[in-house]
């Protein structure tokens, strides 16, 4: 039930690109997207609805396949203060929400 | 604007004890939510409810109880303390509605020995 996150890790340099996937086995109405920094609280980053709605954060973008039932977060000229264990959850239409594993995204100047 | 609140953020408990996590939100949320972290891992759903007098089993409810009288406030119980319960615990609400993201609190750190 809990949607499955690709790659568990990721290492760049400060101005590189990176993609975040998400897929889930079971049909989805939202898939949110969190950044979580060390020893800190998870923050919201972006929500995109079935149907092609979203709504987030300015300078990252993300993808939502209903038929595939998979999210993919894209991050581009990656800054430092992306670093953060990135999270997507799932919700299938009765306010259940649940999280993946989580990818690591390790920034290095 | 406090958000939502967990106490305590800290607490150790031995095996065997029983101890309740509070969390409360002042933004008028139908939705809450209970989470832990195990170290390096994600986030697990242990309870959820979308309104008061409304819960739901997550995906870890085992040795955890909660209840929702009110709006606000969303407490987890823990009846019987064990080592495997050592974790951080999230709490989290959410408002009505289709765009809706969830707000955390910092979390509450419970260590059981």
């Known amino acids: 039930q809990q949607p499955v996150q690709s790659p568990q890790a990721v290492i760049l340099r400060e101005g590189e690109d990176a993609v975040i996937n998400c897929s889930s086995s079971?049909?989805?109405?939202?898939v949110h997207w969190y950044r979580q920094k060390h020893g800190e609280a998870p923050v919201f980053l972006m929500i995109?609805?079935?149907?092609?709605e979203q709504k987030g954060h300015e300078k990252i973008s993300a993808s939502f396949n209903e038929k595939k039932q998979q999210s993919s977060l894209y991050l581009t000229a990656s800054q430092l203060s992306y670093s953060g264990t990135y999270f997507c959850g799932t919700e299938n239409g009765a306010q259940k929400l649940v999280f993946g594993q989580g990818t690591r995204l390790t920034i290095n100047p | 604007n406090a958000g939502v609140t967990q106490t305590p953020k800290f607490r150790i408990l031995k095996i065997g004890q029983s101890m309740t996590l509070q969390c409360t939100q002042d933004m008028n949320h139908n939705y809450m939510y209970w989470y832990r972290q195990d170290p390096g891992m994600g986030l697990k759903l242990i309870y959820y409810s979308v309104g008061a007098g409304i819960t739901d089993k997550g995906e870890v409810p085992n040795g955890y109880n909660v209840s929702r009288s009110t709006t606000e406030d969303f407490p987890l119980r823990l009846e019987l303390a064990a080592p495997s319960q050592t974790s951080v615990y999230f709490c989290?609400?959410?408002?009505?509605?289709?765009?809706?993201?969830?707000?955390f609190g910092q979390g509450t750190r419970l260590t059981v020995v």
């Open positions: 079971k049909a989805l109405y939202s």
């Open positions: 989290a609400s959410r408002d009505r509605g289709r765009y809706t993201e969830a707000f």
């Open positions: 995109l609805l079935k149907g092609g």
